[in-house]
Nanobody, 126 residues
């Protein structure tokens, strides 16, 4: 059974940093691409970042480029997103997700991911 568990969310002031983690159990982790999405109240779930199975390729939505860094430790079956220079508009529930293949053309599409975590709340105060 595949399970994704996020952690690391919380309340932070604007300009601060947080690191989210997503521990994955079940599949052969290195085979799968991983993504982070977020959903703010009243808004649709949006893509944040993605990373290929080996970690050699990453992709970000424009609004987080230069501030967020996605990484993975395949020995620990864990994917991370380091979030710096946080803004109030980054406030959302953050979800990690697993995808069977990595493709820039499809990594931003939530419906193409196979498994999801339960989410972790990130709140950035102004």
């Amino acid at each position: 059974q595949v399970q994704l568990v996020e952690s690391g969310g919380g309340l932070v002031q604007a300009g601060g940093s947080l690191r989210l983690s997503c521990a994955v159990s079940g599949p052969t982790f290195i085979v799968y691409a991983m993504g982070w999405f977020r959903q703010a109240p009243g808004k649709e779930r949006e893509f944040v970042a993605a990373i290929s199975g080996t970690g050699g390729r990453t992709y970000y939505t424009d609004s987080v480029k230069g501030r967020f860094t996605i990484s993975r430790d395949n020995a620990k079956n864990t994917v991370y997103v380091q979030m710096n220079s946080l803004k109030p508009e980054d406030t959302a529930v953050y979800y990690c997700a697993l995808k069977s293949t990595y493709s820039v053309a499809t990594m931003t599409t939530a419906g193409l991911y196979n498994y999801w975590g339960q989410g972790t709340q990130v709140t950035v105060s102004s």
